[in-house]
């Protein structure tokens, strides 16, 4: 043996290691410990590695280059999907050699595979030794997720960071090129202007580009309305002069500074011969400062229009990133949406009533699909409906014509708001989704008796119903009546089970992932439907079935799963693996949005980084034990 | 290849001064038996050896390094690994130096040759040796020996260079350079040029070559020579 021969060696394996979790984050002793222990082992394509049939398990493998495939052997072998790909950094068979027993899967060699090599006892002791190590072997799952949390915080804390800080240079801050015009432009080319570019002030500028005046749409009332001052007059007539410059390098604490003191919501950013450079607005600055739950409630609960109500609607959104940059999980952040969400619908309801008599009717609103289940994301559109009861000696007819009426204003000031028109028409002016509490009934009961396709779908949207304005007490009476209906109709759940397992998690055989499911999308995973719906599907009718009244997935799964006896730690991975998934469409969703794309859930395997699609993969894992369940449960 | 030790005269012995403790330890060495190369692999220790000189001159140029990882039973323990770097009176050239990357002061502050050879010999045992390109390293040792401890130094060699395309022949089916069949099988160099780095690239090659002649009835190490011998017939014929 020498040392400088075992130094450069084992140097080079640290190396490798570290490019891989959980090493990356070992205590430095255990790191050494493990590395000066370990040997480097090559097995041809095709050799079998680990099998039950070898026995106890004497050798902890670490993949240094090539795949292997896992897959179950034994009893389960009925499911014959359960395989899985390991790529290099990945450490195989864990349960079996924490637990010094014959391993349950068999592992193969896919292509020509190096592995090092740790003595069982080694491994014992290495668990022993590293806190790390032991979490992750103990619990995989949660610890992949603690990383990669802490690798997102990171990633957006730098980005929320540049938006919040009142310290940030005025330039910075400017979002466009301001629009600005001549003093003499006529007001009505000035109010074209703005009402076709959608903006809320401009600026008046001399021959120099010097600014002159500002004039804001609130002065479009004030001063010519009201007083009745001709389109034709040029802009200098109405425009408030002098107004308030900052230099560029001003920061944006000056500015608030400015709008403080002279009451003003914008100030004109100029350069060192007083060109115009930008306008910065109340609202820029706003963004800025850590927009804060309370302060949205209140201005959503404040707004009086549905212009207000746009501009809470997009400081939820800002919100939500800061909190994704804050490392709030997936859970807690599609809830909060939610229940924003919530209270802006419940505001759009409300200013209605106050144009809409329904005085008499019994009524609710109902929100469907995804907001039903508090799980919306940042692309979403309306799902709802009314369900009410006709009152005694009114004319039914009179009754759901009020409540349409009534419902095409609530869809269209949501559309306004920034909730779009659902392509579906899954909303409460459609006649078909605006019932009484009686047709409701028939029809749930019709899907339930003839689990047809199109019957199971609109289960699958309808049945997430959730009260969220007027009276509660009707959609519990209409949840109550779907139980007794499932439990009447045993094959209902069935056919709902196979039309669950009919979308299986994309996990490949020879790569980690199948990402040509869609041809217009390839490379990629929708992550909506080959993601989140196989926990969704799956925790609905295990709620359905244990009579769990809950919509949110998280819930279902939690509740059901006390109901199932199924260990609380299975569930909470379970439960990981799916916020996991939700996690990745928000934040996929968000830079789409912020590129200017429409946020869809195309995610790209190749673009997310090592640590994000290993737990990518044992979230799919966690989803195919879901499915496995509900094929046992229900033998399909 | 035989011609290097007649050149030396068959069994003439050199005076060298050697004190009393390495006398001691070459004649342990010598008294260890030849290998059981009909041995099967997996009984096997290799030694996969790989030295750096000042030039490629046989004859002339000086040995400044060997590197040697052992795999045994198929596996590479990185504690069973091995470099010296011998001291030199003369440092090589620099155009020498950018190669093997070992500088003027390490080649002056190396081992003294004898006990760098007889740690070697140590290390070695009575392995069988793997290199690729093996005559090199098999001249360039066998005359540090002769010239620093006095002894011949004609252990098995088995190179790679002919074994690999042998039982690789579908991929290729003549001698190539090293780097050919590490980027063929993707293993990665940590530092080329490199006595132990190599050696550790080329023990990877002799792990692949272990896993193909089990499924080619090539068990041994005698196997393995067999196939260089008679490969190496066909050639020159």
């Known amino acids: 043996m020498s040392t400088s021969a075992v130094q450069m060696l084992v140097a080079a394996t640290t190396e490798f290691l570290c490019r891989h979790a959980p090493f990356d984050r070992m205590e430095p002793e255990a790191l050494t410990f493990l590395v000066e222990r370990l040997k480097l082992a090559y097995y041809p394509k095709d050799t079998q590695i680990v099998t039950p049939e070898m026995g106890v398990v004497t050798t902890f493998h670490i993949l240094q280059r090539g795949k292997v495939l896992a897959r179950q052997s034994g009893d389960l072998n009925v499911l014959d999907y359960s395989t899985m790909t390991l790529g290099p950094g990945e450490g195989f068979p864990i349960g079996s050699v924490t637990a010094q027993r014959a391993s349950t899967n068999s592992y193969v060699a896919l292509d020509d595979v190096f592995c090092y090599e740790l003595a069982a006892s080694d491994f014992l002791e290495l668990m022993r030794q590293s806190s790390v190590f032991n979490l992750h072997c103990t619990q995989y799952i949660v610890s992949l997720l603690n990383q990669s949390r802490q690798q997102l915080q990171v990633q957006f804390a730098q980005r929320a960071a540049e938006q919040q800080t009142m310290n940030s240079p005025l330039t910075t801050i400017i979002k466009s090129v301001p629009i600005s015009v001549s003093p003499e432009s006529t007001i009505r080319k000035v109010i074209e202007t703005m009402a076709n570019g959608n903006i809320g002030s401009i600026v008046v500028v001399d021959n120099e580009n010097r600014p002159i005046g500002i004039f804001t749409q609130s002065d479009v009332l004030k001063r010519i309305v009201l007083p009745g001052v001709s389109l034709e007059e040029p802009i200098f007539t109405v425009m408030s002069a002098t107004p308030q410059t900052l230099p560029v390098s001003a920061n944006a604490y000056d500015a608030a500074l400015a709008m403080a003191t002279y009451g003003v919501r914008h100030v004109l950013v100029v350069d060192e011969g007083d060109r115009l450079q930008g306008v910065i607005s109340e609202r820029d600055l706003f963004t800025l400062q850590r927009v804060g739950l309370r302060q949205i409630r209140q201005s959503i609960d404040g707004s009086a229009d549905t212009d207000m109500l746009r501009q809470a609607a997009s400081d939820v959104r800002q919100l939500a990133l800061n909190m994704l940059a804050q490392g709030v999980g997936a859970e807690q952040l599609t809830q909060f949406i939610s229940a924003l969400n919530d209270t802006l619908t419940r505001r759009v309801v409300q200013l209605n009533l106050d144009r809409h008599d329904l005085g008499g009717i019994e009524w609710a609103w109902l929100s469907f699909g995804s907001e039903g289940r508090d799980e919306q994301t940042f692309s979403t559109d309306q799902d709802n409906g009314i369900v009410y009861l006709c009152p005694d000696g009114m004319a039914h007819e009179q009754t759901r014509m009020r409540l349409l009426d009534f419902a095409r204003d609530v869809n269209s000031d949501l559309d306004k708001v920034g909730f779009p028109l659902c392509k579906g028409n899954i909303m409460a002016s459609n006649p078909e989704l605006c019932l009484t509490l009686e047709q409701w009934e028939q029809k749930f009961a019709a899907w339930v008796r003839t689990p047809e396709p199109m019957a199971l779908l609109n289960g699958s949207i309808f049945f997430d119903f959730r009260t969220l304005f007027g009276k509660f007490s009707l959609a519990h009476g209409l949840r109550q009546t779907l139980f007794d209906l499932v439990r009447g109709n045993p094959l209902f759940l069935r056919m709902m089970a196979e039309n669950a397992l009919s979308v299986q998690p994309p996990l490949g055989k020879i790569r980690d992932f199948i990402t040509d499911a869609d041809p217009e999308h390839p490379g990629s995973i929708d992550l909506k439907k080959f993601g989140a719906r196989l926990f969704i599907d799956a925790a609905r009718i295990f709620a359905l079935a244990q009579g769990v009244p809950n919509t949110n997935t998280v819930q279902r799964l939690k509740l059901a799963g006390v109901k199932m006896k199924v260990a609380t730690h299975e569930v909470a991975s379970i439960i990981e693996g799916f916020s996991f998934i939700q996690a990745m469409r928000l934040r996929h969703q968000h830079l789409e949005q912020e590129r200017g794309r429409p946020g869809d859930n195309f995610v790209r395997p190749d673009q997310l980084n090592e640590l994000e699609r290993r737990i990518l993969k044992e979230s799919f894992r966690q989803a195919r034990k879901l499915q496995q369940r509900l094929k046992l449960d229900y033998q399909v | ?237």
């Not at chain 2, 590197?67 to 596996?75: R, S």
């Not at chain 2, 620099?94 to 140590?122: C, K, T, V, Y």
């Not at chain 2, 011949?152 to 260079?161: S, T, V």
Request: no cysteine.
């Open chain 2, 1 to 237: 290849m035989r011609w290097i030790f007649s050149l030396l005269g068959d069994e003439v012995q050199r005076e060298v001064p050697l004190n009393e403790a390495q006398r001691h330890a070459i004649a342990e060495w010598k008294k260890l038996p030849p290998p059981d190369t009909n041995q099967p692999h997996r009984l096997t220790r290799y030694v996969v050896a790989d030295v750096e000189a000042s030039g490629l001159d046989m004859e002339k140029d000086k040995l400044i390094s060997i590197g040697a990882v052992a795999v045994v039973n198929g596996l590479i323990d990185f504690n069973d690994s091995f470099e010296v770097v011998l001291r030199q009176d003369e440092v090589s050239a620099n155009s020498n130096i950018l190669i093997h990357g070992i500088g003027g002061s390490a080649q002056r502050n190396g081992m003294d040759p004898a006990e760098a050879l007889i740690a070697f010999l140590r290390f070695l045992g009575n392995s069988p040796l793997v290199a690729y390109h093996a005559f090199f390293e098999q001249a360039m040792i066998a005359r540090a020996m002769d010239e620093t401890l006095g002894i011949k130094f004609e252990p098995a060699w088995i190179d790679l260079d002919w074994v690999l395309p042998d039982i690789f022949r579908e991929v290729i089916d003549e001698q190539v350079d090293l780097d050919v069949w590490l980027n063929f099988f993707s293993i990665e160099n940590i530092q080329r040029h490199h006595a132990v780095s190599d050696a550790y690239a080329i023990a990877q090659l002799l792990q692949v070559a272990i896993a193909r002649g089990a499924q080619r009835n090539a068990l041994s190490p005698a196997s393995f020579m067999q196939i260089e011998k008679s490969r190496r017939w066909m050639r020159s014929g």
